[in-house]
């Protein structure tokens, strides 16, 4: 019965996501680049959707007209941001790594904060609600090569999640990250093969994660 917002629903990761959430009686207002791909989704959840937005995360206007809607129209208790710039490996040296760093940020971190403020600013004082993130097992651990973009807009998203556990928490805002490691999805296309055999034997199950694992952990949250 719970409304849930997820971006990055034309995804792998965020249509699986979708699918649980659904299996489970949500109802879903679902965000994505690929209008073609949200249409597909929304065929196959059964009546599970309640609204479609095809919107880039990356066009600050677009993303505020959009959130504004949402969240004044509907009462929603839940953000859950699946949703990442696409990934080019670049050198930190390299000086194309200045605007890939931007588009991970407008995606994981400026985008995020649009809808979260949108989303505390049009909900009832009286109502729980949560707020959940994918970052990466890479926040933790040492950096994978030629990753720094992504690596450091997931680094500020945890930034972002931690402050907000601690400022809306009182107020009944549960706010969690899910950290995967490396999932074997068209995302990781340019990983080479060696570096997910080092992932698959370093993995007490010997395999990568795939998006069922992390979906399941997302819904428990």
């Not at 504004?68 to 129209?73: A, L």
């Not at 809808?115 to 097992?137: C, Y």
């Not at 402050?163 to 706010?175: D, N, Q, S, T, V």
């Not at 990781?188 to 795939?210: T, V, Y």
Request: charge should be neutral.
């Amino acid at each position: 019965g719970s409304r849930i917002l997820v971006t990055g629903a034309s995804g792998i990761l965020g249509a699986t996501v979708c699918q649980h959430l659904a299996d489970k009686g949500a109802k879903l207002i679902i965000w994505g680049r690929n209008n073609e791909k949200l249409e597909k989704l929304c065929g196959e959840l059964s009546g599970a959707v309640t609204d479609l937005i095809c919107c880039d995360l990356s066009d600050e206007k677009d993303v505020h007209e959009q959130s504004k809607r949402i969240f004044s129209n509907n009462i929603v208790d839940g953000i859950i941001h699946t949703a990442a710039s696409p990934l080019t490996l670049t050198s930190s040296a390299d000086c194309k790594n200045l605007p890939e760093l931007k588009m991970h940020l407008d995606i994981s971190v400026y985008a995020l904060q649009q809808l979260v403020a949108e989303f505390m600013g049009n909900r009832s004082e009286k109502r729980d609600g949560f707020i959940t993130v994918v970052l990466t097992e890479a926040v933790f651990d040492a950096p994978p090569a030629n990753m720094s973009a992504y690596v450091a807009s997931k680094m500020a998203s945890w930034g972002l999640i931690k402050c907000y556990a601690k400022e809306f928490g009182p107020l009944g805002i549960r706010c969690n990250a899910v950290s995967p490691g490396l999932m074997e999805t068209p995302y990781s296309s340019e990983i080479s093969i060696r570096a997910k055999k080092i992932e698959e034997a370093s993995n007490p199950m010997r395999r990568i994660c795939n998006p069922d694992d992390v979906a399941r952990i997302i819904v428990l949250l």
